[in-house]
């Protein structure tokens, strides 16, 4: 129950993960927070006067919210999990944005498990769903779990790859209850039913949004202890997850392309910044050698050795290049931030801890453009640039 008390705080403006962490601190429980009176609200200094008054008006408005929000969820057969639960999935909490609480169908993955994510664009080429699906198959087999976004594309391939084999997680953009797209309804049947999970931080309801897709990117990258990109464009959102890993220190991957084609810029420009060469599953399981996690995995199949040897990167994450002093806002911006997939002032707004609010945001992103680390392009949408 304790996780509909969470879903119910996060409804008012102004209270996101940051300041329901701090909530719980002085509160210990979500409940507590919910059926505290104004006074003592106002006594733990946690919330700003106008976002205190919201949750009053909020709550009072709807007192039955958290029971609602369970029998939602019974309708639609989903779980939750809160981060202050036992079973919530532990390498999400080494995140610096956790999501507070998951939505779920199906199993989570164990502590034990090793997960990778494998991501893409919706555009793809034969020879991307061919890897996809190969790589994905080939790493289910030797036990690990396939994480992605369920979106068409690159997303399916690696779903439907991993189904033939063992198991795999999709992260969605939108609501636990929605099947999209509408045409993967079996696809996530199959994956509860093979033992993987449908996993959401959106509550029943909640349509599908652009501004949700780069968040749940985070989700895909911070399940997952590395991340392979196999297809996608230099402004493909694949390449946001991509920097997710980099920015939570995790192997990142690339599946190397023709340089004809378009839909192999991205993994190519990965491989120049020092991602690992990705042409089949044990380039990736040897990152992984030893580790108890993968299931039976021994470096003697000849079968799995590709054909055209490519020189190892010893290097596996971009070079980080100094950076100038930044607050705890510029840093959650920068973050957010990629060097080739521009984002709207909406899309970074959505994605930001409820403490940061509009005017904040525009200060914060003005100080990163002065700082040389980020810049704004012609279409009013943000990008980070290397500093000179």
């Not at 940051?18 to 719980?24: A, S």
């Not at 408005?61 to 919530?88: G, H, Q, R, W």
């Not at 070079?319 to 959650?332: A, H, N, R, S, Y």
Request: net charge neutral; with cysteine; hydrophobic share 40%.
């Amino acid at each position: 129950m304790e996780g509909y008390y969470i879903a119910a705080l996060k409804e008012t403006h102004g209270i996101g993960d940051k300041v329901l962490q701090d909530l719980l601190a002085r509160f210990s429980f979500a409940k507590a927070v919910w059926e505290a009176d104004e006074g003592e609200l106002k006594q733990a200094e946690v919330l700003k006067e106008d976002v205190l008054k919201n949750f009053i008006k909020f709550r009072a408005s709807n007192p039955y919210f958290p029971e609602k929000l369970m029998e939602s969820c019974k309708k639609c057969n989903a779980k939750t999990v809160a981060i202050t639960d036992e079973n919530f999935p532990f390498i999400l909490k080494e995140l610096k944005n956790p999501p507070s609480m998951l939505y779920y169908k199906g199993t989570l993955p164990a502590k034990t498990d090793l997960c990778i994510a494998m991501v893409g664009s919706r555009n793809f080429t034969n020879y991307g769903k061919e890897a996809a699906e190969m790589i994905a198959e080939d790493l289910a087999r030797y036990g690990v779990v396939v994480v992605s976004g369920a979106a068409r594309g690159i997303d399916t391939a690696a779903h439907v790859g991993a189904l033939k084999a063992g198991r795999t997680v999709a992260v969605l953009g939108c609501g636990i209850d929605y099947v999209y797209p509408p045409e993967n309804r079996k696809l996530f049947y199959e994956i509860v039913e093979k033992g993987g999970a449908i996993i959401s931080e959106y509550k029943p309801g909640t349509s599908p949004y652009p501004a949700f897709f780069p968040a749940r990117n985070r989700i895909i990258s911070g399940l997952s202890h590395g991340t392979v990109v196999v297809e996608a464009g230099r402004k493909s959102g694949a390449l946001i997850t991509a920097d997710h890993a980099v920015n939570d220190n995790r192997d990142v991957f690339a599946v190397p392309g023709s340089i004809f084609s378009n839909m192999s810029a991205g993994p190519n420009w990965l491989l120049t910044e020092g991602a690992i060469p990705a042409r089949c599953a044990e380039d990736i399981l040897k990152e992984y050698r030893g580790n108890r996690r993968v299931k039976a995995y021994q470096n003697n199949d000849e079968s799995d050795k590709p054909v055209v040897e490519i020189k190892k990167i010893e290097d596996t994450k971009p070079k980080e290049k100094t950076l100038p002093e930044m607050t705890e806002d510029e840093k959650l911006v920068y973050q957010l931030l990629s060097f080739h997939a521009p984002l709207s002032k909406e899309e970074i707004y959505i994605s930001m801890p409820s403490h940061i609010d509009i005017q904040n945001l525009n200060m914060t992103l003005l100080n990163l453009i002065m700082k040389g680390i980020a810049k704004e392009t012609d279409l009013h949408k943000y990008i980070r640039v290397e500093r000179s």
